[in-house]
């Protein structure tokens, strides 16, 4: 059966250091990935996307990048971290063959 | 701009009520939408629809969907202090992407 991990679960940081969050996906091959954050009263917004390795594809302009260096994992990174980071972060997967997407449990950022 | 809209924002009821979930989009390309329940950490999946007029169903809860009219509902009848989460509405497109509506929050009191 397929899972996928999250790490690390909680974060803090304080404003202007790098991040690097990191998801990995077990027991499927070629899924397509997302990162999604969460704010504060706000519904789920796309981040990045990405079909396969190497290719990925920035929803929304911000200081955050992607990175997909093997099949199954998935980075989400910053150089400097601003306040409006804070938020819950969501990896998620689809394979061809499913049209629902499944998500990672998730890791709080708590940027101060 | 592609979209989803869901309403109420929020929703309070008592325990025995029966809710309407709503959720409108406009979205090119639309594939398939779905209804997800969110209550600490992860969404959990609960419907995807695809047909227009094909009622889903899960024990208390049920859902349609409209493609002329753009929208679909989620039901949930009998509600319990245990449905209390916000409920997110998302629509595929053909591309794969998932774009989510700001969901509405559910709030049953016993």
């Known amino acids: 059966s397929q899972t996928i991990h999250q790490w690390p679960a909680t974060l803090v940081q304080p404003v202007g250091s790098p991040l690097s969050l990191e998801c990995t996906v077990e027991g499927t091959s070629n899924p397509n990935l997302y990162w999604y954050r969460q704010a504060a009263g706000r519904g789920l917004q796309l981040l990045f996307y990405?079909?396969?390795?190497?290719?990925i594809s920035s929803e929304v302009p911000q200081n955050l990048s992607a990175s997909r260096p093997q099949d199954r994992q998935f980075i989400l990174s910053s150089k400097k971290l601003l306040l409006s980071d804070s938020g819950f972060y969501l990896c998620a997967w689809s394979g061809e063959d499913y049209n629902e997407q499944f998500f990672g449990p998730g890791t709080r950022l708590t940027v101060l | 701009e592609d979209k989803v809209v869901q309403s109420p924002l929020s929703l309070v009821v008592h325990e025995g009520d029966t809710v309407t979930l709503n959720c409108s989009y406009e979205v090119t390309n639309f594939r398939s939408l779905l209804w997800y329940k969110q209550e600490k950490k992860a969404p959990t999946f609960l419907f995807m629809l695809t047909s227009s007029g094909i009622e889903k169903k899960s024990g208390r809860l049920s859902s349609i969907l409209d493609k002329k009219e753009l929208f679909s509902i989620l039901n949930i009848t009998a509600t319990q202090t245990g449905d209390s989460a916000i409920y997110l509405c998302?629509?595929?497109?053909?591309?794969?992407?998932?774009?989510f509506g700001t969901g509405t929050r559910l709030q049953v009191f016993p």
């Open positions: 998302a629509v595929f497109d053909n591309t794969d992407k998932l774009i």
């Open positions: 990405s079909v396969g390795i190497g290719q």
